[in-house]
Nanobody, 125 residues
Framework: QSQLVESGGGLVQPGGSLRLSCEGS????????IGWFRQAPGKEREGVSCISSGSRTNYADSVKGRFTISRDNAKNTVYLQMNSLKPEDTAIYYC???????????????????WGQGTQVTVSS
């Protein structure tokens, strides 16, 4: 059974850092586009960042310069390094996978057909 499992969330003070991991099992992430999304209470799910199978990346304007997405195919894992965190980054963060998309569309959640269960990130003093 294929699945995605996120980890690395937690409570961090403003200005702090976290690294989220998205580990795949039952399928090879190397052949998939992977996206990171987040959803805050009362808000719609929004795209944060995505990485193609060829390691091209895209970022939402709100996180450019602060977040970095990367992949380690040997570990079947995609990471989201989050620096300079702000209270407005507080949300449940999800990773998702799709076999085929284009970079210009990869921040749209409707592009994806496999989802993890999410990990909570809370930025608060």
């Amino acid at each position: 059974q294929s699945q995605l499992v996120e980890s690395g969330g937690g409570l961090v003070q403003p200005g702090g850092s976290l690294r989220l991991s998205c580990e795949g099992s039952g399928f090879n992430l190397a052949y998939y586009h992977i996206g990171w999304f987040r959803q805050a209470p009362g808000k719609e799910r929004e795209g944060v960042s995505c990485i193609s199978s060829g390691s091209r990346t895209n970022y939402a304007d709100s996180v450019k310069g602060r977040f970095t997405i990367s992949r380690d195919n040997a570990k079947n894992t995609v990471y989201l390094q989050m620096n300079s965190l702000k209270p407005e980054d507080t949300a449940i963060y999800y990773c998702a996978a799709v076999r085929t998309t284009v970079l210009s569309q990869c921040l749209f959640p409707t592009e994806y057909d496999r989802w993890g269960q999410g990990t909570q990130v809370t930025v608060s003093s």
